[in-house]
Nanobody
Framework: QVLLVESGGGLVQAGGSLRLSCVAS????????MAWFRQAPGKEREFVAG???????????YYADSVKGRFTASRDNAKNTLYLQMNSLKPDDTAGYYC???????????????WGQGTQVTVSS
């Protein structure tokens, strides 16, 4: 079982930036896929961004259409950490952001067993 702890959320004005972090413990996750999902009140949890090992010495990142060009997911294996740099934030980005990890990168939450407690991002207009 992987323990995941998110941080970095907060209140920001539209157009601003935040950087989320997710620290993994319990096992090394360098070969695991790691992803960010978000969930707004009354809505289902949705995929935001994810990374998987490419096999060629690098990670490949994937993004939801709604965040492409604004968000960047990255990893630091030495720190067992996943990041999400969020720029040009919009009020629609307001949600709880959750980190997850698993053997495969999937864009549906049902495919993952390990989740963090979440960090709240609120974007004011």
């Amino acid at each position: 079982q992987v323990l995941l702890v998110e941080s970095g959320g907060g209140l920001v004005q539209a157009g601003g930036s935040l950087r989320l972090s997710c620290v993994a413990s319990g096992r090394t996750v360098s070969s695991y896929a790691m992803a960010w999902f978000r969930q707004a009140p009354g809505k289902e949890r949705e995929f935001v961004a994810g990374t998987r090992w490419s096999g060629g010495g690098t990670y490949v990142a994937y993004y939801a259409d709604s965040v492409k060009g604004r968000f960047t997911a990255s990893r630091d294996n030495a720190k067992n950490t996943l990041y999400l740099q969020m720029n040009s934030l919009k009020p629609d980005d307001t949600a709880g952001y959750y980190c997850t990890a698993g053997p495969r990168l999937l864009t549906t939450p049902e495919g993952f067993d390990s989740w963090g407690q979440g960090t709240q991002v609120t974007v004011s207009s």
